[in-house]
Nanobody, 121 residues
Framework: QLHLVESRGGLVQPGGSLDLSCAAT????????MGWYRRAPGKHRELVAQ???????HYGEAVKGRFTISIDNAMKVVYLQMNGLKPEDTAVYYC???????????????WGQGTQVTVSA
């Protein structure tokens, strides 16, 4: 059974930094991509950042230039470095993985349980 194990978020002051990580565990055949989405109160879920197994990265417009995503394909871990945090970054952050398990012939999308990030003075 596949699991996405997210690191804990937290409370950060505006302008501060916070790192998140997410590890995919289970019977993984191949990894397509891993990333992070977020949902703020009263808003739709939005892309934060995604990294493919080959290293291509994509960022949501709101975080470009402030957040950095990286992926360890061998260990199936994705990292998100968040700098210059703003109150509007407050949200539940969800890890996302697109991968193929040993018992599947196609790639599926998996989600973590989410971790709260709060940016406030």
């Amino acid at each position: 059974q596949l699991h996405l194990v997210e690191s804990r978020g937290g409370l950060v002051q505006p302008g501060g930094s916070l790192d998140l990580s997410c590890a995919a565990t289970g019977s993984i055949f191949s990894l397509g991509a891993m990333g992070w989405y977020r949902r703020a109160p009263g808003k739709h879920r939005e892309l934060v950042a995604q990294a493919t197994a080959s290293g291509t990265t994509h960022y949501g417009e709101a975080v470009k230039g402030r957040f950095t995503i990286s992926i360890d394909n061998a260990m199936k871990v994705v990292y998100l470095q968040m700098n210059g945090l703003k109150p509007e970054d407050t949200a539940v952050y969800y890890c996302n993985a697109i991968l193929t398990t040993l018992d599947s012939e196609i790639a599926n999308t998996y989600w973590g349980q989410g971790t709260q990030v709060t940016v406030s003075a």
